[in-house]
């Protein structure tokens, strides 16, 4: 009896904990919530097939208890061996026939969804950004535009917007799960994906391939915000000019420190010498302190930059800024401080979730 009791114990504490950890997600990071077109699609395949596997499961678990327990042989019965029905050629048909119909069920609606997000005729008439993975960092490149910025996506609400997707170094994988699906990153071939945001807001971005240690901090955000704060926000960043910025004497120390540290050489500071296609080493730093993270997953405070410049390694293993300048922490603390005023737009990832 103790040990039952033992047993039903554990039992109930994992089903609250999956009750409890149930509610862990993030609203925007989540392809059972979602916020765009291609995901309701998702999310419809999700139930459909979800609905079919449910329905097989206990059209095969039911009738397999109802047998354990009813025809279980008892203590006293007679040692009895029942009919046997192999080769029956009725049963063999229905569940030949019943599977097949299943899939031709999930099929038709996955092929068919899958050959309609991977349509791009009209991508043309629509914003396109092209999307450059990194060991660990996204490079956005708003060609028409003729901006590029880093870590932020900002796209406007209610609009068809094509990704087109390619990796500098090794294989990753684009996921906004709230928006869209995902989709592989490789070096050779662009794959080309679209995706629409309904409501204004900040998507959580992840990658979603293994692409070393760093991986779980290749993430980025999604930023939807109105038609006019898009415009407005493309704007900014085409006139931002980091050379005509009004700094103080630290902000100016440290961009004499940016420029003659070499930090220059793998991050741009603002779009005026915008070239397509043109990828810097590291991520562009135009608008960084309107920036929602850094790295990946660190708030854009001068603290967590100072931290970050004296010693990358330790916030993010194997990234390629390790080991390729000499600064000191007072130096770091200038540069910070320089950084924090790349400031282009009043259109941001806070300005969206306020407006919330
Ligand atoms: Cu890039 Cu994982």
Sequence with gaps: MKKWLGKFKTLTLLGLL???L?????????????????????????????TVMSLVF???????????????KKKGDADFIPEQVEGNQKLETIWTIIPIILVVIMAVPTVLATFELADDADASEHININVTGNQYWWHFDYEDEEIATSQDMYIPVDTKVY??????????????PT???KLDVNPENVNTMFMDAQEEGVYYG???ELCGPSHSLMDFKVVAVSEDDFDTWVTDMQDFDSEELELD???TEGQELFDSKSCLSCHATDNQEYQAGSLPIGPDLTSFADRSRFAGILLPTEENLVDWIVDPETIKP????????DVTEEEAEKIAHYLMQLSPSDVTADSVDQEK
């Design 22 to 50: 149930a509610g862990c997600g993030k609203e925007n990071l989540t392809a059972l919530a979602p916020k765009g077109g291609s995901a309701d699609t998702s999310l419809y395949l999700i139930i459909l097939t979800t």
């Design 206 to 208: 992840k990658c979603a």
């Design 163 to 176: 990704v087109h997707l390619i990796t500098s170094d090794v294989l990753h994988s684009f996921w906004v």
């Design 179 to 181: 928006l869209a699906g």
């Design 318 to 325: 194997g990234n390629k800024m390790t080991g390729a300048y």
């Design 18 to 20: 999956t009750i409890v």
């Design 249 to 251: 004497a630290i902000a």
């Design 58 to 72: 206990l059209a095969v678990v039911i009738p397999f208890v109802i047998v354990l327990l009813r025809f279980r």
